[in-house]
């Protein structure tokens, strides 16, 4: 599995798998904890808005969040390359891919 993972990925070594796995779930635990908060300001905290578009709002603001920290932990732990070409990708698929220059 992990010979599989590596050549999709384009990596080296199982070192490196498990440095990004830590930054994927260093990163969605930060942003989750963020993205609440953040909802609720939107929002206002006494909305009486039904919980499904409090869901949906906040993975919209979950969404931006998540990119921006993928690339800030990708940094600190030396795999911003790595992480760089994984946002690219993500928001290529949803077509913005213009925001970035090859």
Not at 20 to 30: C, E, P
Not at 59 to 85: A, D, E, H, N, R
Request: hydrophobic residues 50%; aromatic residues 22%.
């Amino acid at each position: 599995m992990l010979k599989k993972l590596k050549e999709r990925w384009g990596i080296t070594s199982n070192f490196q798998i498990v440095i990004i796995f830590i930054v994927f779930g260093i990163t969605g635990s930060v942003s989750a904890y963020f993205s609440g908060p953040l909802t609720e300001i939107i929002i206002g905290t006494n909305s009486k808005l039904h919980w499904s578009i409090k869901l949906v709002i906040r993975i919209l603001v979950l969404t931006p969040i998540y990119q921006v920290l993928l690339l800030f932990f990708g940094y600190i732990f030396f795999q911003y390359k790595f992480f760089y070409s994984f946002v690219k990708k993500f928001l290529s698929f949803f077509g913005c891919g213009f925001l970035f220059k090859d």
